[in-house]
């Protein structure tokens, strides 16, 4: 199993709000930035969100990133068909001394 | 633009090794380190390790201690990543994805499904 835990899924309804959360420890998350990829399916993962809350050029404002001691969480407001997809996280641990990953989060836009 | 273009999909009888490559344009090479994660069918990724294609430092997860070798050229702008002693458990897509020194993983490849079967 993954070292960050995330939901297997979420879902919302276009226009919507969704969270998706990311628990880790204080080895990584706790400690470390946090950042969090979109995939959408037969992709590679796509850089949303990193050191936490940055978004790169590009990604629309309407995702949002933060963090609060060992949990993470991304935001994404207004929510669109085309958001549907696994979202995962990452952050480096310095136990382990490698990138860990969530499980993903499968977004299903209703 | 910053490209990663990965070498083709490749199927391995276990036991054997592979190797993947990743051929990097659009910036410049040795400024941003190489990471290699893999993504089995419907799994989430797993990270197995990162080089410096400036100095050649490695560093590897737990898991491929032994089995894995990341190497590179920078006289064609390539990174490389050998995983010996396949076995099914090794079958899945693999990408390079590349980070600033020390941060985060921004830039991916399309990935390269590697698939182990007798």
């Avoid at chain 1, 939901?7 to 400690?31: K, M």
């Avoid at chain 2, 276990?14 to 419907?42: E, L």
């Amino acid at each position: 199993q993954s070292v960050l835990t995330q939901p297997p899924s979420a879902s919302g309804t276009p226009g919507q709000r969704v969270t998706i959360s990311c628990s880790g420890s204080g080895s990584n998350v706790g400690s470390k930035f946090v950042s969090w990829y979109q995939q959408l399916p037969g992709t590679a993962p796509k850089l949303l969100i990193h050191s936490n809350h940055q978004r790169p050029a590009g990604v629309p404002d309407r995702f949002s990133g933060s963090k609060s001691g060992t949990s993470a969480s991304l935001a994404i407001s207004g929510l669109q068909s085309e958001d549907e997809a696994v979202y995962s996280c990452a952050s480096w641990d310095g136990t382990l001394n490698g990138w860990v990953f969530g499980g993903g989060t499968k977004l299903t836009v209703l | 633009q910053v490209q990663l273009v990965q070498s083709g999909a490749e199927v391995k009888k276990p036991g054997a090794s592979v190797k993947v490559s990743c051929r990097a344009s659009g910036y410049t090479f040795i400024n941003y380190d190489f990471n290699w994660v893999r993504q089995a069918t419907g799994q989430g990724l797993e990270w197995m390790g990162w080089m410096s294609p400036k100095t050649g430092d490695t560093g590897y997860g737990q898991k491929f201690q032994g089995r894995v070798t990341m190497t590179r050229n920078t006289s064609i702008n390539t990174a490389y990543m050998e995983l010996s002693s396949l076995t099914s458990e090794d079958t899945a897509v693999y990408y390079c994805a590349r980070g600033p020194p020390g941060g985060e993983i921004h830039d991916w490849g399309r990935g390269t499904l590697v698939t182990v079967s007798s």
